[in-house]
């Protein structure tokens, strides 16, 4: 798999029927390794190792309602009251972040609320923080540190 704009992680890895898959610590078994997944794994330990989410609060590929449509998000963390923190949209290296692709994280926020949107294909990330009241965003360097 390709290098990405992250720091170096250890990963558990195993291959059965020609197939390779990678241990995701979030939702405790082997997903099967594709480079959004790839993206995706690299995302939780950023998550966890650098900005010390605890593991208990991030949540993996769940499905949601948007607009009597099925959706599946990538990562959310919530806050320690159930609210919605921040959510994560990964995309494989080779996807280009576009507007299209922030329109569909802001399509998920509609029913999730987020306080921080995060969304990366591995090599670029960007991060927004809300502002209801506003009814508007803010781009961060970064999002931040869990308190």
Same mark, same amino acid.
């Given at each position: ?7 170096? =992680? ?12 990678? $241990? ?5 078994? $082997? ?21 010390? =989410? ?47 692709? $922030? ?23 960007? =991060? ?10 803010? $781009? ?8």
């Amino acid at each position: 798999m390709q290098k990405l704009n992250f720091p170096a =992680y250890q990963f558990r890895f195993k291959s059965s029927e020609n197939k390779i898959s990678i $241990f995701d610590r979030i939702r405790k078994k $082997f997903i099967i390794l594709n480079p959004e997944e790839w993206v995706r794994q690299h995302t939780i330990q950023y998550l966890i190792e650098n900005k010390k =989410y605890p593991e208990s609060l991030i949540n993996v590929e769940k499905l949601i309602k948007v607009n009597d449509l099925n959706k599946r998000y990538d990562i959310i963390i919530f806050n320690p009251d159930g609210s919605i923190y921040l959510i994560i949209e990964c995309k494989s290296p080779t996807v280009k972040i576009t507007q299209q692709v $922030f329109d569909q994280i802001a399509r998920y926020n509609l029913a999730l609320n987020a306080e921080y949107l995060m969304i990366t294909n591995g090599m670029n990330h960007y =991060y927004c923080q809300m502002d209801y009241t506003e009814k508007q965003y803010s $781009f961060l360097k970064d999002i931040p540190d869990y308190k």
